[in-house]
Nanobody, 116 residues
Framework: QVQLVESGGGLVQAGGSLRLSCAAS????????MNWYRQAPGKERELVAS????????NYADSVKGRFTISRDNAKNTVYLQMNSLKPEDTAVYYC?????????WGQGTQVTVSS
């Protein structure tokens, strides 16, 4: 079965950096685009970044462009989200996502907290 396991969240001061990882299994990783979403308290879940495969085309929410970078290592079945210049408004639970046969699969999420 599809499994997505996120790691790398934590508490960081504004202006700092974090790198999130998502280890994927249970499906042919190289065949699917991968996504990072986030959900802040009281807000809807929003798409942060996407990366296709095999061409690794990327797409970002306007709020994170120039600060976040999504990447993937197809040999390790892992997708990353490098987050720089973090702001308090980036505080959220971050989720890894893949859509397969019109079904969304999610990891358990990893908390990112940015203090001012």
């Amino acid at each position: 079965q599809v499994q997505l396991v996120e790691s790398g969240g934590g508490l960081v001061q504004a202006g700092g950096s974090l790198r999130l990882s998502c280890a994927a299994s249970g499906f042919p990783f190289t065949d699917y685009a991968m996504n990072w979403y986030r959900q802040a308290p009281g807000k809807e879940r929003e798409l942060v970044a996407s990366i296709t495969s095999p061409r690794r085309r990327t797409n970002y929410a306007d709020s994170v462009k120039g600060r976040f970078t999504i990447s993937r290592d197809n040999a390790k079945n892992t997708v990353y989200l490098q987050m720089n210049s973090l702001k308090p408004e980036d505080t959220a639970v971050y989720y890894c996502n893949v859509k397969r046969y019109d079904i969304d699969y999610w990891g358990q999420g990893t908390q990112v907290t940015v203090s001012s």
